[in-house]
């Protein structure tokens, strides 16, 4: 689905971690019915974040623009479950995705190296691991400038740090990689999602994004199976036909159905 690979790989994510407390505070702030400048300039009047930099607050604005507002399926889907009071073990899992989504070096590095290092049956991560990946990206010409020593050193950290904050590894010093929970509904609305940009259940199912989460098609399958038992979907496979269907036509229809579940 991501195009992350067809990107040179950048270094923003020095400036970035996963943010998820200024992430929240944004969203529950989030006016659906503004527009996304007036939605930033509000909350840059308003210091909704509490950042006693105005350099550091732009940061943050710039990140959360960056990995949610390129596309407003996304940007609604969240505020309306944030809004909602959905569960965190729900919108975590929704901000890790749709992070990596737009930065394709945290994309890449995951999908890539860390899956391909979880199917070798290496639960440990050394910080060596994540610096020769980058290395190599450096040397085959695949980030946006070369990067030297210093900034590979730097990306690698923010990788850590910021898939540590995620759930997807643990450990203060050093990391393992953490089983990550994906829930029903998580996994529902990532397929919504999905869905509506490739229109084919069978490209779904065998999407490489699962491997964000660590699945395989039998794993994601699995899902389907319950989220359809469950009438979050309709999931019919036969051979090679894959029916994937939901019950809404827009996200934010389909956020609010899966809140009203839970009331």
Same mark, same amino acid.
């Given at each position: ?37 007036? /939605? ?61 989504? /737009?930065?394709?070096?945290? #994309? ?23 610096? /020769? ?14 990067? /030297? +020593? ?70 994601? +399958? ?5 989220? #359809? ?26 956020? #609010? ?7």
């Amino acid at each position: 689905m991501s195009k992350a690979h067809e990107r040179p790989y950048t270094s923003r994510i020095i400036k970035a971690s996963a943010l998820l407390a200024d992430t929240k505070a944004l969203l529950a702030a989030w006016d659906l019915n503004k527009s996304t400048a007036q /939605n930033l300039e509000q909350n840059r009047q308003q210091n909704t974040l509490g950042k006693t930099s105005r350099m550091r607050l732009e940061d943050v604005l710039t990140i959360f623009r960056q990995r949610y507002l390129d596309d407003p399926d996304i940007v609604t889907m969240l505020v309306v479950l944030s809004q909602g009071h959905a569960p965190a073990q729900w919108v975590d899992p929704l901000l890790y995705f749709f992070s990596a989504q /737009n930065d394709c070096t945290l #994309h890449d590095f995951v999908t890539q190296v860390l899956y391909e290092r979880r199917q070798a049956g290496y639960l440990d991560l050394p910080t060596l691991v994540v610096q /020769n990946a980058l290395r190599s990206w450096v040397a085959e010409g695949k980030t946006a400038s070369p990067w /030297n +020593e210093e900034t590979i050193e730097r990306v690698a950290r923010g990788i850590l740090a910021t898939l540590r904050d995620f759930g997807v590894l643990e450990g203060k010093v050093n990391k393992q990689i953490s089983p990550i929970y994906l829930p029903l509904e998580s996994f529902a609305l990532i397929a919504f999602w999905l869905m509506m940009r490739v229109q084919s259940g069978m490209r779904v199912l065998h999407s490489d994004e699962w491997r964000l989460f660590f699945l395989e098609v039998p794993g994601v +399958e699995r899902l389907f199976i319950e989220a #359809h038992q469950e009438k979050l979907l309709t999931y019919y496979a036969a051979g090679s036909v894959v029916r994937l269907e939901f019950p809404v036509t827009t996200v934010k229809e389909y956020a #609010h159905g899966l809140l009203e579940r839970t009331r």
